[in-house]
């Protein structure tokens, strides 16, 4: 195979081109996968004026956004773990709450800022609970880490991975 040396040359940069693309690519793809979104909302007050401040001290993220006319506010993309939501107005602190972000999940954070003092108000919500999910066909098994350290298996990539539906150990 002869060539002269300019072609050498283009095959190695346009190798090298397309191989920093298809990790460019991958990066951003599992960046993406591993965040999640903090919702809310106050209420019981009129919402203007309410600043929302979102903390993760283990990582030293910190963003603050003011709350919308419907009182509701949102947080997106953020990265796994325990944030600290601070709700103040004027500098004084209104409200104050942790929750926990998960792997493409949704975490809510709701003040109610009208409620008398001392009183204690018991909200229950549900949904009807569908046996058979007949909208996908897939099957597989999400656990974060929280309900991974409270499950009885060992600490192995087997153990785990029969945890999934429709999985069984084979033989060896």
């Not at 947080?75 to 998960?102: M, W």
């Not at 909208?135 to 999934?164: M, N, Q």
């Amino acid at each position: 195979m002869k060539s002269n040396n300019g072609t050498w040359r283009f095959k190695r940069s346009l190798a090298a081109l397309a191989v920093s693309t298809i990790l460019g690519m991958s990066g951003a793809a599992s960046a993406a996968g591993s965040t999640g979104t903090v919702i809310g909302a106050i209420s019981g007050v009129p919402a203007n004026g309410y600043t929302v401040t979102i903390k993760n001290p283990d990582i030293g993220f910190s963003r603050e956004i003011q709350v919308d006319a419907s009182g509701s506010f949102r947080f997106p993309q953020l990265a796994i773990g325990e944030y600290e939501i601070v709700v103040t107005k004027g500098g004084t602190l209104a409200g104050q709450q942790k929750v926990r972000v998960t792997v493409g999940g949704t975490a809510n954070a709701r003040f109610d800022l009208g409620a008398p003092s001392g009183v204690e108000r018991i909200e229950v919500t549900g949904a009807r609970v569908s046996a058979v999910d007949l909208t996908s066909a897939d099957s597989g098994l999400t656990i974060g880490e929280v309900e991974f350290d409270r499950l009885p298996v060992g600490r192995d990539i087997t153990s785990v991975a029969l945890l999934a539906p429709g999985t069984i150990k084979g033989e060896s």
